[in-house]
C-alpha cells in the first residue's frame, strides 16, 4: 500500500534528520492497553521485529500511558533492556519519545535513541513533535484507505444478509444473522441486541448479547441509560468518546457491561414504533465512526423490516387458525386464548371481566324448516350484530359452539355486563334483520358471569356464565346471571 510505504519513507526520515541509532513507531491497542512495533528504522540487527510493550511499562510504556513526551539524556547504567526493543543490550545513551494522538486518542508512540549523551536538543525534540503530528494524519489515511476498500465487501455481505433473512421464519433466526453480520462488519467490545417486549410496560429485553459480561435477558425501560437514550430519541446515537457521567450504564446499573468509552446504538423502527435496537461497546475512545454508524443502520432498517414482516405472518397464522370461517369471529380454540388473556390481566390488576355466553332460541328448527344455507346466513347476521355491538377493541366476540356465542367484556362488571345484554336484546328485537324475506325473528338466552363477583378462576368464569344461560333458557327475560 503507497500509504504504508510513506510511513515507511517517514521513519527512515526522522531517523536521518535527528541522527538517531533506531527510530520507532508503536501502534497503540488502547483496548487490550499494549503497544505494538510497527515500523522502525535502525543501525543495528537486533530490534525485536514484533515487540510489544504494556502502557505504564518502561520509558515508551510510560509515554502511552500518561500521554507526554519523555526525555532521558544519558542512561546512567547502559541498559537498553528497559525500552523493551532490543534482543539484547545495547550501548544506548540517550532516548526521546512522545505521543501520538488524534484528538484524545492516542494513535501510538515515535521514539529515538542514539549511542551518544546528550544527543537530542531542543530543536531535535520540537521536530520530533512536528513529525509525531505528519504520522496521525498518515494513519488517519490508513484509515480512510481502508474504509475504501472495504467499501465493495461491505455491500456484498450487506446484499447477503438481506436475502439470507427476507427468506427467515423466525425473528431467532434474524437475530442470529444480524449478530453475525455485525461482528464481521464492525470491530467492537460488545454486540447487544435488544426487542420491545409483550408485556402492557412497554420494556426491552437484551436477546443477544456478545461481552464480558453475560447480560442476555436483561430487561430495561426507555428511561434506562444509554440504550434508554436512544429509544426515547427514536435516532441513532455515536457517542465516540464517554467522558464524566455522561451515559454511565448501557442498560441498567445492576447489570453493568464491560468499561468502555465509545458507544454506537441504533433503534430498529418500523414507521414511528421502536422494536428494539443494536448497541455496540468499545474500551477504545472513538472506536465508532460514520461508516460503521451508515453501516449498522442499514443493517438495523433491514432487520426492523425483516421482523415486523415475520410478526405480521405469526399472527395471520394464529388468526387463520383462532378464527372461524363462517363468522368471522374468535373461534372456539381463539375464544379460550382471549379470556385466558383478560382472567390474567384482571387478575394481576384487579379490575372486573365479565363473560356472556348466548344461543339462539330454536336454531335448530330454522335449519329444519328453512334449511341450512338460511342457518347460515342467520349465523353470519347475528355475529354482525355482536361486532357491531363491541366496537371496543378491549371486548372480544367469538362463536362458542354451533349456534352459541360469547362476549368476553374486559373491565365492564356485573352491572355493566347486563346493560350490553338489554342492548343486545333490544336490537334483535327491534328489526327483523335475519332472513328478512322470510320475515323470521330470532331471539337469543344469555348467561353472565362477573369475575369480581363469584368467579374465582377462568374455569369457573365459563362454567358459571353456562349455568346462567342455562337458567336463561327457563326464563321469559331470556337472560341470567350468576
Given at each position: 500500500m503507497k500509504i504504508e510505504a510513506n510511513i515507511d519513507e517517514l521513519v527512515k526520515l526522522v531517523s536521518t534528520a535527528i541522527e538517531a541509532y533506531t527510530t520507532a513507531f508503536f501502534l497503540a491497542d488502547n483496548q487490550r492497553r499494549l503497544l505494538k512495533l510497527w515500523h522502525y528504522y535502525s543501525l543495528g540487527d537486533n530490534v525485536i521485529d514484533d515487540a510489544t510493550i504494556p502502557f505504564g511499562y518502561g520509558p515508551i510504556g510510560w509515554v502511552a500511558e500518561n500521554r507526554e513526551p519523555f526525555d532521558i539524556s544519558k542512561f546512567s547504567a547502559r541498559d537498553s533492556s528497559m525500552l523493551g526493543l532490543y534482543s539484547r543490550n545495547e550501548d544506548i545513551k540517550s532516548f526521546y519519545a512522545v505521543p501520538v494522538t488524534r484528538g484524545d486518542v492516542l494513535e501510538g508512540v515515535l521514539c529515538v535513541d542514539s549511542k551518544r549523551a546528550f544527543v537530542f536538543a531542543r530543536k531535535d525534540q520540537t521536530l520530533l513533535i512536528l513529525l509525531a503530528k505528519q504520522f496521525a494524519d498518515l494513519l488517519n489515511n490508513v484509515?480512510?484507505?481502508?474504509?475504501?476498500?472495504?467499501?465493495?465487501?461491505?455491500?456484498?455481505?450487506?446484499?447477503?444478509?438481506?436475502?439470507?433473512?427476507?427468506?427467515?421464519?423466525?425473528?431467532?433466526?434474524?437475530?442470529?444473522?444480524?449478530?453475525?453480520?455485525?461482528?464481521?462488519?464492525?470491530?467492537?467490545?460488545?454486540?447487544?441486541?435488544?426487542?420491545k417486549t409483550d408485556n402492557e410496560d412497554g420494556d426491552f429485553r437484551v436477546e443477544e448479547a456478545q461481552s464480558y459480561r453475560?447480560?442476555?435477558?436483561?430487561?430495561?425501560?426507555?428511561?434506562?441509560?444509554?440504550?434508554?437514550?436512544?429509544?426515547?430519541?427514536?435516532?441513532?446515537?455515536?457517542?465516540?468518546?464517554?467522558?464524566?457521567?455522561?451515559?454511565?450504564?448501557?442498560?441498567?446499573?445492576s447489570k453493568p457491561v464491560e468499561r468502555f468509552r465509545s458507544f454506537l446504538g441504533i433503534p430498529l423502527m418500523v414507521k414511528e414504533e421502536v422494536l428494539g435496537l443494536i448497541c455496540l461497546t468499545d474500551g477504545r475512545g472513538e472506536a465508532y465512526n460514520q461508516r460503521d454508524l451508515r453501516v449498522v443502520s442499514i443493517i438495523a432498517d433491514n432487520v426492523s423490516l425483516a421482523i415486523s414482516n415475520i410478526k405480521a405472518q405469526e399472527k395471520a397464522k394464529s388468526l387463520l387458525t383462532d378464527m372461524d370461517g363462517l363468522t368471522g369471529l374468535y373461534n372456539f380454540c381463539g375464544f379460550q386464548k382471549r379470556l385466558e388473556e383478560a382472567f390474567k390481566e384482571a387478575?394481576?390488576?384487579?379490575?372486573?371481566?365479565?363473560?356472556?355466553?348466548?344461543?339462539?332460541?330454536?336454531?335448530?328448527?330454522?335449519?329444519?324448516?328453512?334449511?341450512?344455507?338460511?342457518?347460515?346466513?342467520?349465523?353470519?347476521?347475528?355475529?354482525?350484530?355482536?361486532?357491531?355491538?363491541?366496537?371496543?377493541?378491549?371486548?372480544?366476540?367469538?362463536?362458542?359452539?354451533?349456534?352459541?356465542?360469547?362476549l368476553i367484556l374486559p373491565g365492564l362488571a356485573r352491572e355493566q355486563a347486563l346493560f350490553v345484554a338489554e342492548r343486545l336484546h333490544k336490537a334483535m328485537e327491534g328489526s327483523t334483520f335475519i332472513a328478512p324475506s322470510y320475515g323470521v325473528h330470532v331471539t337469543a338466552s344469555i348467561g353472565i358471569s362477573s369475575f369480581s363477583q363469584s368467579s374465582g378462576s377462568c374455569n369457573e368464569l365459563v362454567d358459571n356464565a353456562l349455568n346462567a344461560l342455562s337458567l336463561a333458557r327457563t326464563r321469559r327475560s331470556g337472560r341470567a346471571i350468576c
Open positions: 484509515r480512510v484507505q481502508k474504509f475504501v476498500n472495504t467499501e465493495t465487501s461491505d455491500v456484498a455481505s450487506l446484499h447477503g444478509f438481506c436475502r439470507q433473512i427476507a427468506s427467515a421464519d423466525s425473528v431467532e433466526a434474524v437475530l442470529q444473522l444480524t449478530m453475525g453480520l455485525v461482528r464481521q462488519l464492525v470491530e467492537c467490545d460488545g454486540y447487544f441486541l435488544s426487542l453475560n447480560i442476555k435477558g436483561t430487561t430495561f425501560s426507555d428511561q434506562d441509560g444509554l440504550a434508554g437514550y436512544v429509544i426515547r430519541r427514536k435516532e441513532s446515537f455515536l457517542l465516540p468518546n464517554r467522558k464524566g457521567d455522561f451515559g454511565s450504564y448501557v442498560f441498567v446499573p387478575s394481576q390488576r384487579r379490575r372486573p371481566l365479565s363473560l356472556m355466553i348466548m344461543d339462539l332460541n330454536n336454531f335448530k328448527e330454522i335449519n329444519k324448516l328453512l334449511g341450512y344455507e338460511t342457518g347460515n346466513e342467520v349465523l353470519r347476521k347475528f355475529a354482525r350484530l355482536l361486532l357491531n355491538l363491541s366496537s371496543d377493541e378491549s371486548i372480544s366476540a367469538s362463536r362458542y359452539g354451533a349456534d352459541e356465542f360469547a
